[in-house]
């Protein structure tokens, strides 16, 4: 293992300070993640890391150093810094001395081949990317296949968005791809394309999700475009009571996904666990 990195100039420290920004990322494939908790998932997961940055001083406890550990058994880099240093790789007001550079993974819509049960996400310029994350864990939690990002949605490799999916980026499938492309594979695929707003006149309780299912989203702020809802199989609204005019976008994914694994786990009944 190299010696313990003192200076916030060398180069390896400046590549991977980068990472903070988006064109960065997309344009190494690279991304970066803090924190024992996020840190332990990737290596228990085995994501594709192709470094750990650790500082000694700042990291306590067995379970960061246990990752660690296991994360030298099969030959990733571990780079040593010290305090200065991670601090200006770090984004928390308490920083936990470890961090990892990882691999992004994307898959290509057209080798996708859905079968009867699966659910994707799409979303439409969505901006937030702590809902980006939020709601790549909810595809993990009610078994969604992963997330389609469209257009100038936004990057489900930004340390916040990594940091809300809790560990479910290093697992999920992703998939970048524009509007017409989706369409064309929904079509081919025999995939139900269901969008939402608050003025359709179907409930989302009661429509009919199909054997495969497209939970199509929009922005935070405007929701999805008139022609995203006309290209749409359905559209549904999730019914409002008080003087909010909106959901959370996160919020808003999050009851749509728990109705279609409700609607498909009562119609297998036997699957259930």
């Known amino acids: 293992m190299p010696g313990l990195i003192t200076s916030t100039a060398n180069e390896r420290i400046k590549r991977i300070r980068a990472l903070q920004m988006r064109k960065e990322r997309e344009r190494t494939g690279l991304t970066f993640v803090e924190g024992i908790r996020s840190v332990v998932e990737a290596v228990q997961v085995e994501a594709p890391i192709d470094a750990l940055v650790v500082c000694p001083k700042l990291l306590k406890g067995k379970t960061g150093w246990d990752a660690v550990a296991l994360a030298c058994s099969r030959e990733v880099e571990v780079i040593e810094v010290d305090e200065p240093v991670f601090r200006t790789l770090s984004k928390r007001d308490g920083p936990q001395g470890i961090a990892a550079v990882l691999r992004q993974r994307w898959e290509r819509l057209r080798d996708v081949e859905p079968g009867d049960g699966s659910t994707w996400v ?9 809902n980006i994350g939020t709601i790549v864990r909810t595809c993990d ?63 989302y309780r009661t429509a009919d999700y199909g054997a495969r299912t497209i939970v ?27 003087r909010a005019d909106s959901l959370n976008l996160a919020v808003a994914t999050g009851l749509v996904l728990y109705e279609v694994l409700h609607q498909r786990e009562r119609r297998r009944p036997s699957e259930r666990t």
């Open 122 to 130: 799409a979303l439409e310029s969505a901006a937030d990317a702590g």
């Open 141 to 203: 939690a009610t078994g969604a296949e992963g997330v389609i990002l469209l257009d100038h949605t936004a990057d489900p490799f930004d340390p916040v968005a990594m940091r809300a999916s809790t560990g479910a980026v290093f697992t999920s499938r992703l998939v970048r791809s524009s509007f017409p492309e989706l369409r064309e594979w929904a079509q081919a695929h025999g995939l139900t394309m269901v969008g939402t707003a608050g003025d359709a006149a179907e409930d």
């Open 216 to 242: 199509l989203m929009g922005s935070e702020r405007a929701g999805l475009p008139e022609a995203y809802q006309a290209a749409c199989d359905r559209m549904v609204s999730i019914p409002m009571r008080g």
